[in-house]
């Protein structure tokens, strides 16, 4: 079986969109869960009988995620968002890498609904343009990558409790009820924690650019840099578990140093005219303003939050 979890909270106007894309996959062998704390979320859940509804405290996406996985029947889980929704076929798309049994977790590709024709929409198609070269280049060589929240599919067995620490994460063991790893459920990076789990035990971890996700980026700067401080920062973040520490392994797909180098090879190839030239330059100073507000939020301020980003549930 296969189990689609979708993470949601207040997303009414880009939900019944979410699953209505799943549906017409027509998947045999398939069950839907939504996750969320709100009883909205519930109400739309019963618009569509193919889905199951499961209630969480409304502690974070993490607690929600270890709360899930326990109630999931699939043996490979996929995990998207209620404010995004698949293009037609990507499930499939998703699913083949897995008759390789070596593969552990399989990653979507994020493209942007965006307009290219504004700063904030150039920006979104630039840097996801950037992340697509750098996992098909990672995936190719057979490299670590970190999966796309966005949209990821993972073997339930590759996160049970059969955890060898390494220089990918270390300390943790605790497990929930069904012997899968807990997500420490201060992270804000969830996505690149499960990588890491599938990856050092033992599986590899493939990129499928055609298992498309569709996603709304930020429209305004302020909701810009309330997505990126959590995609961004989170993975130089020190998380806890209730027995110990987990520490992460700096991702070099997030990194400072690999972002302005995957950057600078776009920089003179992805532009099409002087004021996407313009735009790109703005976004270098956009991005380094960014790293040194991280800089101060997690590393002085030990700060760590995940705020709503308004402007993307909005079709």
């Not at 618009?47 to 709360?67: C, E, M, S, T």
């Not at 057979?142 to 073997?155: D, H, I, K, P, Q």
């Not at 220089?167 to 790893?181: P, Q, R, Y």
């Not at 996700?213 to 840099?225: A, G």
Request: aromatic share 12%; net charge positive; with cysteine.
């Amino acid at each position: 079986m296969i189990s689609i979890i979708i993470t949601t909270k207040k997303e009414p106007k880009t939900l019944p969109k979410a699953i209505e894309a799943i549906i017409k996959e027509n998947i045999v062998d398939l069950e839907i869960l939504v996750v969320g704390p709100d009883e909205e979320t519930k109400k739309i859940t019963t618009q569509f009988p193919q889905v199951k509804f499961i209630k969480d405290a409304g502690l974070g996406k993490p607690a929600a995620l270890n709360l899930v996985f326990q109630q999931a029947q699939g043996n490979i889980l996929i995990l998207t968002d209620g404010d995004v929704w698949i293009e037609k076929g990507s499930i499939k798309k998703l699913l083949e890498p897995f008759t390789n049994e070596k593969i552990g977790a399989v990653t979507g590709r994020p493209v942007p609904i965006n307009s290219r024709k504004n700063i904030f929409g150039y920006w979104a198609h630039f840097l996801t343009n950037a992340a697509d070269q750098t996992r098909r280049r990672k995936s190719k060589r057979g490299e670590y990558l970190v999966c796309s929240g966005y949209l990821y599919a993972f073997r339930k067995e590759a996160i049970r409790n059969s955890y060898i620490c390494n220089k990918f994460v270390i300390g943790s063991k605790e497990t929930n009820e069904a012997g899968l790893i807990k997500i420490p459920e201060d992270t804000l990076v969830e996505d690149s924690i499960i990588s890491q789990l599938v990856w050092q035990n033992g599986y590899q971890i493939a990129y499928e650019p055609e298992a498309v996700v569709n996603v709304k980026f930020p429209t305004n700067f302020s909701d810009w840099l309330k997505q990126k401080i959590r995609s961004t920062g989170g993975y130089i973040q020190k998380v806890h578990t209730n027995n110990d520490k987990l520490i992460m392994k700096k991702d070099d797909m997030r990194g400072f140093a690999q972002e302005m180098g995957d950057g600078l090879k776009l920089f003179f190839t992805y532009p099409k005219s002087l004021k996407e030239f313009w735009w790109t330059k703005l976004l270098y100073l956009a991005r380094l303003y960014l790293w040194l507000l991280i800089f101060v939020r997690i590393k002085v301020f030990k700060k760590y939050s995940w705020p709503r980003v308004e402007s993307t549930k909005i079709l």
